[in-house]
């Protein structure tokens, strides 16, 4: 938290606009927009029993709470993004009062504007790949002179099987990554193009994912509005042609720019 609780609330902030930007309604919640004459806060006024010391960390615990928060605060981003770009705040950042957010935006209202004005007109869109590995080696087996030519194990004895079993093994997961690396570089190539910016974020492992198959490219990408369909037919054609050499292309979006807002609040 910036500073400590003051009285019985704290200030949870979604994200900052510009001013003279609308702002979404909040309902259920006290309104606590603080605005200086460019940008102005997106928040709420919240009971400070519920989001501080022992209360917070335990709701931090709680995957259906964070679930649930995480929804609240996409869906506000959201809806401040129907009327112009916002520097989206992480989940749960959470300013003592209304007087220390007015300070924070004091401190760093010049960057934030920089930020709001590279982001207008412009959404983040998620780009993952993942990879039937199965499919992706049974390619390279037919499609690599090298690995079809390698001596059958089977004729040779058993020491010699078993090296040349290795040898072949090794030659085909180096061809293996090769391949893979080439398809993930290949969907940067084509996509980048069409965005003002691209971020290329660690490949979630499948438990995160939720997708049983290997994440091999996690990109977000930043993209003009109008450019945005031109993205869905790219990724529509790219799509089908990577599902024949067993690769699977997700596009997902658009989302608050939390990958392109460096200036946002910790």
Known sequence: MHGGPSGGSVVYLYGIVPSGQAVPPRDGSEVAHVALPSVVAVADLLPAEGFTGAALESRLQDIEWISAQARLHTTVLGQAMEHGPVVPAHLCTLFSSTGALRDFLEKNEIRLQETLERLRGRREWGLKLYCDE???RAKCLADDPELSSQPDAGTAGTGASW???KRRDALLSDRLSERIEQAAQAVLDELGGSAADVRVRPALTEAASGVAQPMILNAA???DV???????DAVATLGGTLEDDGY???LSGPWPPFSFSEEEPS
């Open 134 to 136: 199965s499919r992706v």
């Open 163 to 165: 090296m040349l079993r």
């Open 221 to 223: 990408l930043l993209v």
């Open 226 to 232: 109008d450019a945005e369909a031109a993205l869905h």
């Open 248 to 250: 699977h292309l997700v």
